[in-house]
């Protein structure tokens, strides 16, 4: 048999942020040819873009989502590290009142990286742009899919302004592709990585496909974040400083978080359900956060920074999934990454993680079945479920209890894993072996069932083997530079 023409052996990644950046990797080496078509013209280095505004809030990569990132990218937290990231070891570096008190700062088991988003961004974008085998059209709109019902043979795009100056950016359109300037990328499989907007349900049913079963589950949480430098003796290796809220409490939940990322600066994120939203004054954040949140410990940190950005607000945090991996039928060459398959409430903090494991999926699934053979993309799309459907149950199964985050509120299955994982979360405040099985699963390392072993059953029945801890575990080495003695 001969091979595929060119166009087959092309895969057209839609979207060039996380995961169309991942996706692209994880496809080099198995494609001729891979293309990433993204509508901003995206900066050189780390600097705000239009298409990513969740990037002026807090961001921090999970060990489950750097050890995939490493696999795809080897040295990618090397470059990461040298760019000014942290690597924070959980729970050591971490100050953290859950629901059931104060954890105590237990020996590394899993680490985070935190950075500002556009950092992390920047440095996975080079490293993967490094690839010649991967081309980026930039300022270039993803329209729609062409093809039927059957299969997707490419993408209709548009140029936008800036496109012309892209490199790529006419290599398809036949010499035209100045601003508005529209044609179609042929390609072989396509890779819907567009986020949160993403319009591929739309676009499967002008192909003649069914509507896609989508759920949402709405906490109404708004975020509210902003830049501050740390006071001089605190910049670096800082803690991370965490409060949520107790949901037995009743009314909305509240919580705040503290990360230490690059140049000395602190991104502070605060948060609140429906009735319990921050606001978007920059004069009140700091006062949210002392007497707003469970414990006052992060606005009395905030009083001795400096702040150095207004206050960035969304409420972009709806728990949204397209179950594209249940759909009747299933086009050759499409598979949906990233937010644009599900997206969850950020404040579990899991969506980068999710696009990384699913990117090497998608590679391994390729690799496995072969490029272009029969029922590819729906194979990988069955696959993806997987780690999707790990953090979405970790959000949703917390999310429910939000008065109004769905139609009929918690079912008695929901009620029931809610009441053992606050049992969990008590046993882990004061056991450091429970504390390391729960940080397995909130890290995406491992998946639920560890929690559901007989020796960890045994723990939670029995509770926490060390006493409560009466205020924020801080030494007072952190204390002293933070001005807090
Ligand atoms: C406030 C907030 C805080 C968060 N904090 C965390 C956190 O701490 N940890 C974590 O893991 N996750 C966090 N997340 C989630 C994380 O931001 C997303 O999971 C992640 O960005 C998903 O990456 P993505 O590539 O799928 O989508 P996105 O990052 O949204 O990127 C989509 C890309 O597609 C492009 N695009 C869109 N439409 C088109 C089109 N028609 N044509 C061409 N290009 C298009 C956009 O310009 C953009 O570049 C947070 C999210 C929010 C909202």
């Known amino acids: 048999?001969?091979?595929?023409?060119?166009?087959?052996?092309?895969?057209?990644?839609?979207?060039?942020?996380?995961?169309?950046?991942?996706?692209?990797?994880?496809?080099?080496?198995?494609?001729?040819?891979?293309?990433?078509?993204?509508?901003?013209?995206?900066?050189?280095?780390?600097?705000?873009?239009?298409?990513?505004?969740?990037?002026?809030?807090?961001?921090?990569?999970?060990?489950?989502?750097?050890?995939?990132?490493?696999?795809?990218?080897p040295g990618a937290t090397e470059a990461l590290l040298a760019a000014g990231a942290r690597r924070a070891p959980v729970t050591t570096d971490m100050v953290v009142m859950g629901a059931r008190g104060w954890f105590r700062r237990w020996p590394e088991s899993h680490h985070v990286i935190l950075a500002g988003r556009d950092l992390l961004d920047a440095t996975i974008r080079d490293l993967v742009l490094a690839d010649d085998r991967i081309e980026l059209l930039r300022g270039v709109e993803v329209l729609g899919l062409a093809g039927d019902a059957g299969a997707v043979t490419g993408v209709r795009v548009r140029a936008g302004e800036g496109a012309g100056s892209a490199p790529g950016a006419d290599s398809d359109a036949g010499g035209e592709a100045g601003p508005g300037a529209e044609w179609v990328v042929p390609a072989g499989l396509v890779v819907d990585a567009t986020g949160r907007g993403s319009r591929a349900g739309r676009w499967l049913t002008e192909l003649g496909l069914p509507a896609v079963e989508r759920r949402e589950v709405d906490s109404g949480l708004a975020y509210a974040s902003r830049l501050f430098r740390a006071p001089e003796q605190a910049r670096s290796g800082y803690p991370v400083v965490n409060v949520q809220p107790d949901p037995r409490a009743g009314g909305p939940g509240r919580a705040g978080f503290l990360l230490p990322i690059e140049d000395g600066h602190w991104i502070v994120t605060l948060n609140g359900t429906r009735g319990g939203e921050p606001s978007t004054d920059d004069a009140d954040f700091v006062r949210f956060a002392r007497e707003e949140l469970r414990h006052p410990v992060i606005g009395e940190l905030l009083e001795r920074a400096e702040p150095v950005s207004g206050v960035a607000y969304t409420r972009a945090t709806v728990n949204r999934r397209h179950f594209y991996e249940r759909m009747p039928a299933w086009p050759e060459n499409l598979t949906v990454l990233g937010d644009a398959l599900a997206a969850y409430n950020p404040l579990y903090g899991h969506g980068l993680a999710v696009a990384a494991q699913s990117a090497v999926i998608l590679r391994d699934t390729v690799r496995r079945r072969g490029w272009g053979s029969a029922g590819l993309s729906r194979r990988v799309q069955k696959a993806v479920a997987r780690p999707v459907s790990t953090a979405w149950d970790l959000a949703v199964g917390q999310d429910v209890f939000c008065p109004g985050a769905t139609e009929n509120g918690p079912t008695v299955r929901d009620r029931l894993v809610a009441a053992y994982v606050g049992r969990l979360m008590l046993t882990a405040t004061g056991n450091g072996r429970i504390a390391r099985r729960v940080t397995d699963v909130t890290s995406l390392e491992r998946g639920p069932e560890v929690l559901l072993t007989p020796s960890v059953l045994l723990a939670a029945a029995l509770g926490p083997w060390k006493p409560a801890l009466t205020g924020p575990p801080l030494t007072a080495d952190e204390l002293k530079r933070a001005g807090l003695e």
């Open 1 to 73: 048999m001969s091979e595929p023409s060119r166009p087959a052996r092309t895969a057209v990644v839609l979207g060039g942020s996380h995961a169309g950046m991942l996706a692209a990797r994880a496809l080099a080496g198995l494609a001729d040819r891979v293309v990433v078509v993204e509508r901003d013209v995206l900066p050189d280095g780390p600097a705000p873009r239009k298409g990513l505004p969740q990037a002026r809030h807090a961001h921090m990569l999970w060990s489950g989502g750097v050890r995939a990132v490493e696999e795809l990218l």
